[in-house]
Structure formats: C-alpha cells, structure tokens
C-alpha cells in the first residue's frame, strides 16, 4: 500500500464479523462512497450470527447482555461511530441516582468509597471512612503521597500488581485494583501490563510522582470538585434496545448480501491479482484486499501457510476464558437494597463469581417492573478453575454466593448461560512490543492488516478503533503498522 488515492482496492475480504470486523467493513463503505468509488466487499463469519462477543437477547420482557453490557465514553471511538450511524438517542447512561460499585470484604459488600478511580483515592474522608481497608492498608496507601517516584525509561512497562503494590500498598491491590481493573480484563493483575491497558498511571507517577496528588490535580484541571465522584459511572454508556443495536445498525449500513455467516475461513493466500481466501468448505474467494479481524489464536492457524513467523508469534498471544450468568429474580426475592450497580469480589476471598452487575438497576428496561436482572461473571486468568465447572455446578455455586451476599432466596425466575472460550487477549507486560511486532510483520504483505481485541484494547470503542485503523490501511490512508 503506497496511500496513493490510485491504488484504493476494488475489493476487499473482512475475516469475522464481530465488532471490529463490521466497523472495518462499514469505515470501508464510508471510505468508498465519500471518494465515489466502487468497492466490492465481502464479510465472512464463521458463525451462523453476527456480533462476536455482543449478543443481546430479549425474553419475557427482558434484556439480556450475553457480552459487554455497555462501553466507556472516554474512548472516542465508540461514540463516534453511535454518531456516525445515528444512534445517538439511542445512548443511555447509567442510573444517576446510585452510581456506585461495592467491594466484597470477609462476606459483606462495601461501597467503593467516595473518589476513589480505579487505583487511587482522590477524596481523604472516604477513603479513612471506608471499612473495606485496614488502618495499616490506608496509611500504606497515604505514603504515595512522599514516595519517590520510578523511572520507567521512555517506554517502560511494569504490570499492575507490581505497581500498585509499590505506590500504594499490598492491601489496595488485593482489595481494590485487582477486583476493579483485573476484573475488567479478566486478567491476573501479576502479568498484566500497566503500558498497554492505562498508560496514564504510569505516566502521571512520571509527571506527578504521587497518584493521589496527580488525580486530585487532573479533576482539579477538569472542573470536577473533589467531592463528586460520580465521574467514576457516568463515563459509560449503553443502547437502549440493547448492544446489538449497535452491530445491527453496521449490518444495515453494509451492502445486501456482502456478510456470509456460516462461513468459516481456513487459509488466506498472496498472489498476483492480490488474496486467495480458502474457505471450509474448499471453495476460494479472491479479493485485492484482505482484513482479519478474529482472535489472534484464530487468526494464526489462517496465516500459518503464509507467513509461520508471523503465525508463531499471534499463537503466543494467551487468552482466558469467561462466562456471563444472568437470573431474572422477583425483586422482593432479594434483601440487599441493590443501591448501586453491582459488586467485584476479590480474589483473596475465593468465592465462585468474580463480579455480578444488578442489571435492571444499573440501566433503565432490562427487566419488567417488579423484578429484577442480575449478571454474574465467572472464570477468567483468576478462577479458570471455575470456568471448567459443568453449567450445573455454576449455577449452584453462584447462587450460593448471591444468597451469602446480598441475601438472595429462592431460585431464579430463569438463568442465561454465556460462555466465551478463549475470547479475553491477556495483555502482560511488553505486549505492546509485541503488537508493534507483530503489525509490522503484517504491514509487509501488501493489502493485509489484522483489527480486533488483541491488539489496542478490549472494550468496544477500542475494537472499533481497531477494525477502522485496518479499514484506512488496506485503503492506503495510513501503514498497517501506524
Ligand atoms: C463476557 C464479556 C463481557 C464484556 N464486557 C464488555 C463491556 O461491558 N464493555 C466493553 O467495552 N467491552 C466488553 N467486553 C469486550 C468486548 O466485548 C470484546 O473485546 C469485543 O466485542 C471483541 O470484538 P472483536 O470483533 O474483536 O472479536 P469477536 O467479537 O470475538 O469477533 C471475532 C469474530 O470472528 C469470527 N471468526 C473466528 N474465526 C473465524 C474464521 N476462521 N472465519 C470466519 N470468522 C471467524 C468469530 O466467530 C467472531 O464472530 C466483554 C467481553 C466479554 C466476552
């Protein structure tokens, strides 16, 4: 790809179609029809559905959320694209009047106290307020504010643990970072790396040297009053109808017929006229242009042939397996007054579930007035143990933890089992050397470029990043490797 506006491909091939292939696929019909050109695309899906990890599901007047339930609004991407595709309106935001998470503590369920973000206390009171810390844990927390700050060199890397560990302390770690941030990428906070997944810790102990102080300074700089911290929720948003409005609107968007389900790929080829796609089925598909958007231990068995070097080193990307269980309850079935959106729990307290989210309480018509809809999540890097257990032993074991926890009784109404093997990219420390790697040794194929979660982040808006950037590549406007 030369970027030369003569050289945009006549055809292009998108390899899956969860989000990031569809909004690959979709940045390409926006590309063509603002330059008034013809494109002959193609999306192949070896499921019998679109969407990838986003699978929505309506039953009985419920909503249910199989995958991601919502994304982050910091992210421009996601957005962005809800803009483009016009469903703004269709955006809605968390409850505003209980924004809050709690903390499982020795059985018993903790708010996140007051300004805390993810790692560090913005707010003093609160924080010594809390009962989730130990006197020792928060005093070992303060001693952020003198300790000397690390370099890092121009790029360093360290993983959360070790990080949070040395600014703040082992108890903020097991308490409060590995449950909060562990949970989101279902990784071990051992390995995962700080560089590739919030950057911005590491870089305000550059530029601040104290997190308390920094993030006190940025929300200062930001116009937010130390005593709001209802910032923490109101940065993520959801569909209304529910996140398959969102992969719905990009199919919309596609032209009839260019989306195959059903159709798995098996081996891409290079030649002369540009890719030979081979399908399971034995027949060939042939396009100028080529994006694969399937995870990374999918997509390297389809390059193998290829390029092996290249093969190798997305194989070496590891992944965890997660699982999402939602009840539907009668509300009076729980005595918990739900007056939040849910809780984490960590792993010191060996519990089945790493998280459950009280749906219907955390967005407006998930479930019919009266009842409720909770979502546990189970498995991930830290309870793969638990992912192994049959859909029966789940089940059990979560309900017995929701009625320790928030005083559940009886049975649910219904239970919805989603299981994602091996759909979670573990990012540890240096990955992004390796996804730097990796996309060069891509960006040598001409008309070649990977999208998807295993390389700029896992929430949605970063997919939609991810497939956009391949779209632009494979389009010229930009190397594969930038
Ligand atoms: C339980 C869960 C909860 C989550 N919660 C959130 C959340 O609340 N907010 C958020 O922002 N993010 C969340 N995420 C993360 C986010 O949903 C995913 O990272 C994102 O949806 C992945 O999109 P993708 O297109 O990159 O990959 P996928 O969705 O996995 O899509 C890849 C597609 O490629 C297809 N495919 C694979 N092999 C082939 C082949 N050989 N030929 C053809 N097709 C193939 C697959 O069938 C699949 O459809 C969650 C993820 C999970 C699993």
Sequence with gaps: MTGCAGDRPKSVIVVGAGVSGLAAAHRLVE?????GRPLDLLVLEARSRVGGAILTRRRDG????GGPDSFITQKPWGLALCRRLGLENELIPTNPDCRRTFVVRD???????????????????????????????KLRMGLDLVLPRRDHGIDGD?????FVRRRLGR???????????????????ENLSLRATMPRFLDMEREHRSLILAMRRGRRAAGVAPADSGARYSMFVALRGGMDVLTGALLARL????????TPVRRVQHNQGGWSVKLADGSVRQAEAVILTCQAHETAPILEPLDPPLASELATIDYASSATMTMALRRQQVQHPLDGFGFVIPAVERRTLIAATFSSVKFPGRAPEGWLLIRAFLGGATHPHIYELSDQDMQHGVLADLRDLIGLRGDPEFVELHRWPRSM??????????????????????????AGNAFGGVGVPDCVHSGELAAEAVWGLRRPDS
């Design 107 to 137: 059985g018993t369920l903790h708010p996140v106290p007051e300004g805390f973000l993810l790692l560090a206390p913005t707010r003093i009171m609160p924080m010594l307020a809390s009962r989730l810390f130990s006197w020792p844990g």
């Design 425 to 450: 990219p573990q990012y540890p420390v240096g990955h992004l050397h390796r996804v730097a790697a990796i996309q060069a040794m891509a960006g040598r194929w001409p008309g070649l470029a990977l």
């Design 171 to 189: 108890e903020a770690l097991e308490r409060i970072a590995q449950p909060l941030v562990g949970g989101i990428y279902t990784a071990d906070p």
């Design 158 to 162: 360290e993983s959360l643990a070790s």
């Design 255 to 262: 032209p009839a017929g260019a989306v195959e389900t059903d």
């Design 31 to 35: 590309l063509a029809s603002s330059e």
């Design 62 to 65: 419920f909503l249910i959320e």
